[in-house]
């Protein structure tokens, strides 16, 4: 089956550094990947979704200039997180969707990665 | 916009048994996709089972099986013969079929339903 890497599993940084998690779909190419957050026991919410070549779209009340998108290929996004602060602290999975699945289009989730800001 | 409502936030199931969680959604569509994702401790979301709306059969795989109900936009996920290894977050997905724009293929998700299992 399709795979969805996310690198790094688990980082932990002080406040107002810059941390890039990276997600490459490993055996498909991804034309579509979205970026999710996800608090301790809660439902996954959608940040934003990246097209590849294009900029991404944010869902509302994601700060565009603080989480940064870059969608350069079609294996691999990148999420940045500027300047993070504790409140930035979560569990970030992304998602990519398979171009060649049919009319399902099914999306194939990393592993996800925790954050924690000291 | 649509919703996606899961109203047991916890379930527990004895080992062998079945177990039906629910789940049910808002949208004035009439196609659209529906999926059953599990989420175990590893934090790895998994799909379970995924029914295309304009499909009367209910989609079946191995233990796991829904129930599609369109009218009352109903789809409950029923695991039959429980494993330990079915213990885990089970969150029920909505997607549109309408291909528009940078929107399109987007998830919604529900709260998700915490399922033990009890040896």
């Known amino acids: 089956g399709a795979v969805v890497s996310q690198h790094p599993s688990r980082v932990i940084c002080k406040s107002g550094t810059s941390v890039k998690i990276e997600c490459r779909s490993l055996d498909f190419q991804a034309t579509t990947m979205f970026w999710y957050r996800q608090f301790p026991k809660k439902s996954l919410m959608l940040m934003a979704t990246s097209n590849e070549g294009s900029k991404a779209t944010y869902e509302q009340g994601v700060e565009k200039d603080k989480f940064l998108i870059n969608h350069a290929s079609l294996t691999l996004s990148t999420l940045t997180v500027t300047s993070a602060h504790p409140e930035d602290s979560s569990f970030y999975i992304c998602?990519?969707?398979?171009f060649g699945t049919g009319p399902y289009n099914e999306q194939f989730f990393g592993p996800g990665t925790r954050l924690t800001v000291l | 916009a649509q919703t996606v409502t899961q109203s047991q936030p916890e379930m527990s199931v004895q080992e062998a048994e079945t177990v039906t969680l629910s789940c049910t959604y808002d949208t004035s569509e009439s196609d659209y996709y529906l999926f059953w994702y599990k989420q175990p401790p590893s934090r790895q979301m998994i799909l379970v089972i995924r029914q295309e709306a304009y499909k009367q059969q209910n989609a079946t795989e191995n233990r796991f099986s829904v129930n599609f109900q369109k009218a009352a936009k109903s789809f409950s996920l029923k695991i039959s013969d429980s494993q330990l290894g079915d213990a885990a977050m089970y969150f029920c997905?909505?997607?549109?079929?309408?291909?528009?724009?940078?929107?399109?293929?987007?998830?919604?998700f529900g709260k998700g339903t915490k399922l033990s299992v009890i040896p």
């Open positions: 997905a909505y997607r549109s079929a309408v291909i528009l724009g940078a929107g399109s293929y987007q998830l919604t």
């Open positions: 998602s990519a969707r398979d």
